[in-house]
């Protein structure tokens, strides 16, 4: 007779295990934003307990979370024990920026590809906004909205395990706090390439499109090695 494996279905798995990987994930998602954020700058130590009073939880979901968030790099491991915030070194930061470049360029030609109006609409209208930020210096809009402009342009790829690698190499500490280091030239450059995405997605114009999308992460790699 053949052997089967039965899905138990979540409503039979027990209550307290599905609490704890529901804690677990809401732990690992607060500390990633502090991470990303800044609010945890780089070498702090994390501790279990502290962190775990402070989210209302025990310390078992917080130490899940941050085995995750090492996975991630988010998080290391020092020889002494416990987890700190990763500090990267500037030839890391430029190893990630080359990733990046890499994935980047291959989803912007997909997406020259394949992108619909609805795609190329939405980038616009959150583009439309994302002026309204830099000219009013808000940074904190505008790195959300930044998010979701690449999100909806990456997104016309057509391929969403790309677009997750994109996504997860984006959410780095160093790649938030670069912006409060730009200078006028470096705002005006971030709208004027935006555009140029833009513009080459839509016109399908391929080498154009990975230009831009070149010279956007050359702007913000160069700030993040010379400036943070």
């Known amino acids: 007779m053949r052997n089967s494996i039965r899905n138990p279905g979540i409503e039979n798995i027990p209550r307290s295990s599905r609490q704890a990987e529901s804690h677990a994930d809401y732990a690992f998602e607060m500390l990633k ?3 990303a954020s800044g609010e945890f700058r780089p070498n702090k130590r994390l501790v279990e307990s502290s962190i775990a ?5 025990s310390r078992t979901p917080v130490r ?7 996975l991630s790099g988010y998080t290391s491991t020092p020889s002494k024990g ?3 915030v990763t500090d990267h070194l500037p030839g890391q930061i430029r190893n990630l920026y080359e990733i990046r470049e890499a994935l980047e360029v ?3 030609r997909l997406a020259c590809l394949r992108a619909t109006k609805e ?3 939405k980038a616009k209208a959150v583009h439309k906004l994302i002026v309204d930020a830099v000219r009013n210096r808000d940074i904190n809009k505008f ?5 979701e402009f690449h999100a909806h342009l990456f997104a016309a790829c057509g391929n969403e395990q790309l677009s997750s690698l994109i996504h997860s190499l984006r959410d780095q500490y160093f790649d938030r706090r670069v912006v409060y280091l730009f200078t006028g030239k470096e705002w005006n450059a971030m709208v004027t390439q935006h555009e140029r995405m833009l513009e080459a997605v839509r016109e ?6 990975e230009k831009a999308v070149r010279d956007h992460i050359n702007t913000v790699r160069r700030v993040a090695l010379l400036r943070l």
Request: charged share 30%.
């Open 64 to 70: 899940e979370a941050l085995v995750r968030l090492e």
């Open 82 to 84: 416990g987890w700190i």
């Open 33 to 35: 934003e502090a991470i």
């Open 204 to 209: 399908k114009k391929v080498r154009l499109a």
């Open 119 to 121: 795609h190329i609409e």
């Open 143 to 147: 790195t959300q909205l930044n998010s």
């Open 106 to 108: 291959m989803a912007i």
């Open 53 to 57: 009073k402070k989210l209302g939880m």
